[in-house]
């Protein structure tokens, strides 16, 4: 029988916040523009664009949350820091 170490189990715990300071510092900039209702309604597909960006490599938050808001503001298109390889 294999022992599992109690370090392991807490470091599998731990959540990923990578996306809540670039989701906040997007959502505070649209409710200065005055499109709060924009963002909550494209929130989803926001996430999973910022998801596919740090799967793609991309943590810093700076460049994560610019990407956010050329998102939303392209209604959806890619953004120009998106990789491509």
């Known amino acids: 029988m294999r022992a599992v170490f109690p370090i392991e189990r807490e470091a599998m715990r731990r959540d990923i916040?990578?996306?809540?300071?670039?989701?906040?510092?997007?959502?505070d900039t649209c409710d200065l523009l005055g499109i709060a209702g924009d963002f909550d309604l494209k929130r989803h597909e926001l996430e999973t664009h910022l998801e596919g960006l740090v799967a793609s490599g991309e943590t810093d938050e700076q460049r994560l949350t610019f990407s956010g808001l050329c998102f939303l503001k392209g209604n959806?298109?890619?953004?120009?820091?998106?990789?491509?390889?």
């Open 17 to 27: 916040k990578v996306f809540d300071k670039p989701i906040e510092r997007i959502k």
């Open 76 to 85: 959806g298109q890619r953004s120009p820091l998106r990789r491509t390889r």
